[in-house]
C-alpha cells in the first residue's frame, strides 16, 4: 500500500536516459477541478487542449517503452473528465501485458457521493485511493477546499467499502504555515481519522515550482510554504511522540520519507525536496501523461520525453 517506501530503486539507461526500476506513470485526466484550494497550480493558468488519440498513443508508448511498476491517476481532479472510465479501461488494458503493480487514483473525493461511480470504482482495476484531506476540522477543510467536501463519517463509510472490495484508502495531507505546522495539530488529525484509513501521509507545501511545473506557485503557496529545516525539525518532533517504523532516503533518487506509527495506525512523513535533485535531461524518476499526449518526465506538458530516448 506504502508504494513510495517498498524498494530503493535500480536504474537503466534507454538512449540517452537513466530510468528508474520503480517508474510511476502519473496520468494526468484534466486540469478541471470542482474545488478551489487557494495552493493548487492547476487554477494559475492553462493546460493544453485535449486530444485523445495523442492521448491513447501516449500510453501505448508509454507500456511500449517503460516497465512501469504503479500508475496514478491525477487532474486537477480526474473523477471530473467525462472520459474518466474510459481512460481507466484504456490504462487496465496497457497493464495486462505488463509488471505493473497498482493503478492509484487520487482525487478529493467528491465522486464518491455518486453511487454509481463507488460502485464501478470498486469493480475497477483502481486498487488504491489517495484521499485528499486538509484539516481534522470539517469547517477549517471545507474552507481550504472551496466547498462541502466529504464527512469523517462518509470517509469511514468509504473505508469500509474499499475494505471489502481488497483495495486501501490513504488520507493526503499538505501542511503550511498556520496550517497543522505543530505536532500536537498533527497529533489531533492522525487521532481524529484513526480506523478510518490505511495511512495518513502528511507532506509540506513547498515553495518551488515542482520541478518544472506546468504553472508557477501561487502567491498563497509562497506566503504559507514551511522552509525545508523547518519541516525536518517539525517531522522530528512528531515522530519523537510516537514509533518510528523506519525511514527511506532518496527513493527514486530526490524523495525522503519516514514512516511513524500514532494511534495505532500508520503516518507517512515526506520531507520538503527542493528542485534539481535529479537531471531532468537525462534522468527519468516519474512519467507525467497528459491531456493533450505529451508523455514527459517534468511537470511540462510540452517537454515530451520520447524525442531524448533515441
Known amino acids: 500500500m506504502i508504494q513510495e517506501m ?8 534507454i538512449g540517452r536516459c537513466r530510468v528508474t526500476s520503480e517508474l510511476f506513470l502519473d496520468a494526468v485526466f484534466t486540469s478541471a477541478c470542482d474545488c478551489a484550494c487557494p495552493f493548487c497550480i492547476s487554477r494559475t493558468g492553462e493546460y493544453a487542449a485535449e486530444d485523445r488519440e495523442a492521448w491513447a ?24 473528465d467525462p472520459g474518466f472510465w474510459e481512460k481507466t479501461e484504456m490504462l487496465t488494458r496497457a497493464m495486462e501485458n505488463a509488471r505493473t503493480e497498482h493503478m492509484i487514483l487520487t482525487t478529493n473525493g467528491m465522486g464518491f457521493l455518486d453511487p454509481e461511480f463507488t460502485e464501478r470504482l470498486l469493480a475497477s482495476r483502481i486498487d488504491a485511493v489517495n484521499l485528499s484531506r486538509m484539516h481534522y476540522s470539517q469547517a477549517v ?3 481550504i477546499f472551496g466547498r462541502n467536501t466529504l464527512t469523517r463519517e462518509e470517509i469511514s463509510r468509504l473505508y469500509a467499502q474499499l475494505r471489502s472490495a481488497g483495495k486501501t484508502l490513504r488520507l493526503n495531507v499538505n501542511v503550511w504555515r498556520g496550517n497543522l505546522d505543530s505536532p500536537e495539530e498533527m497529533d489531533v488529525f492522525a487521532e481524529t481519522f484513526a480506523g478510518c484509513c490505511d495511512a495518513v501521509k502528511f507532506t509540506p ?19 504559507k510554504a514551511i522552509p525545508e529545516p523547518e519541516i525536518a525539525g517539525l517531522w522530528e518532533r512528531f515522530t519523537a511522540r510516537h514509533t518510528l517504523v523506519r525511514k527511506a532516503s532518496r527513493v527514486l533518487g530526490f524523495v525522503d520519507y519516514a514512516e511513524v506509527e500514532a494511534f495505532g495506525g500508520t503516518v507517512i512523513l515526506k520531507y520538503a525536496q527542493v528542485e534539481d ?9 516519474t512519467l507525467k501523461l497528459y491531456p493533450n499526449g505529451c508523455l514527459s518526465n517534468e511537470w511540462s506538458f510540452t517537454r515530451d520525453i520520447r524525442d531524448r530516448l533515441i
Not at 277 to 285: C, G, N, S
Open 6 to 13: 517498498i524498494r530503493q530503486p535500480e536504474w537503466r539507461t
Open 277 to 285: 535533485k535529479y537531471d531532468r535531461e537525462t534522468e527519468i524518476p
Open 141 to 143: 477543510n471545507d474552507g
Open 205 to 223: 507545501l513547498m515553495r518551488t515550482d515542482m520541478f518544472g511545473t506546468v504553472e508557477e506557485v501561487t502567491r498563497y503557496t509562497r506566503e
Open 57 to 80: 498513443q501516449a500510453v501505448r508508448d508509454a507500456f511500449r517503452l517503460f516497465d512501469i511498476r504503479t500508475v496514478i491517476l491525477l487532474g486537477g481532479e480526474a473523477a471530473l
